[in-house]
């Protein structure tokens, strides 16, 4: 199936560093999406990118869609223990009409 | 409603046993989507609902497993004869169309088969 890698699996920070994660897959994307998933609960869409290069920002975060638009990486500044959750990237591969996952990264927070 | 919402929250059952799992979508919301997801694991993706039709059944991962959707808006995941593999959080998600990527997601129903 369809491949997306996200990483790093795990981030084990303190509070009040910035984050930067990343996926990447070798096929070309339209779409990127950005989800976070708190314990016992359903992932929640934190950022849509819909354009090669596009840079958006949600508060603390912010997140690109890569040139090469097999890429993007979403980054937290400043970060909080609210941030704690697992941060999953979405895309849609061009031609596709599902969307494919990544594994997620799962963020840690010292306080 | 205000989001999407799913029945039950948590479900026990015995291998061997039928369970029905339910999603209510957001209000208006064409598309309907199930995923699987596994203990530490990212979103399997299950099956998707276009309206009440489903033109892609490829992501279900055996016949035990159907879906329907009546009226456009609730749906039901069924697995027959489950088994212990079948043991994870179920999730829905719809969006306001096919094609509209922005999926929004429900709390998931925990299911373990025993």
């Known amino acids: 199936g369809q491949q997306l890698n996200q990483s790093p699996q795990s981030m084990f920070i303190q509070e009040g560093e910035d984050v930067s994660m990343n996926c990447t897959s070798s096929?070309?994307?339209?779409?990127w999406l950005w989800y976070k998933q708190e314990p016992g609960e359903g992932p929640v869409l934190l950022i849509a990118?819909?354009?090669?290069?596009e840079l958006t920002s949600n508060g603390r975060l912010t997140a690109q869609f890569g040139i090469t638009r097999k890429d993007s990486f979403l980054n937290i500044s400043a970060s909080i223990p609210s941030d704690v959750g697992i941060y999953f990237c979405?895309?849609?591969?061009?031609?596709?009409?599902?969307?494919?996952f990544g594994q997620g990264t799962r963020l840690t927070i010292n306080p | 409603g205000a989001g999407v919402s799913q029945s039950p929250s948590n479900k026990v059952t015995e291998k061997g046993k039928d369970v029905e799992l339910r999603c209510d979508p957001i209000?208006?919301?064409?598309?309907l989507y199930w995923y699987r997801q596994s203990l530490g694991q990212g979103l399997e993706f299950l099956i998707y609902?276009?309206?009440?039709?489903?033109?892609?059944k490829s992501g279900l991962p055996s016949d035990r497993f159907s879906a329907e959707r009546t009226g456009g808006s609730v749906s039901t995941l069924t697995i027959q004869r489950t088994q212990q593999e079948d043991s994870a959080v179920y999730l829905c998600?719809?969006?306001?169309?096919?094609?509209?990527?922005?999926?929004?997601f429900g709390p998931g129903t925990r299911l373990t088969v025993t």
């Open positions: 998600a719809s969006s306001l169309e096919f094609g509209a990527y922005e999926q929004y």
């Open positions: 096929s070309i994307f339209n779409t």
């Open positions: 990118l819909y354009k090669a290069g």
């Open positions: 979405a895309g849609q591969i061009q031609g596709a009409q599902k969307l494919v």
């Open positions: 209000s208006g919301h064409t598309a």
């Open positions: 609902f276009q309206g009440n039709s489903a033109p892609d």
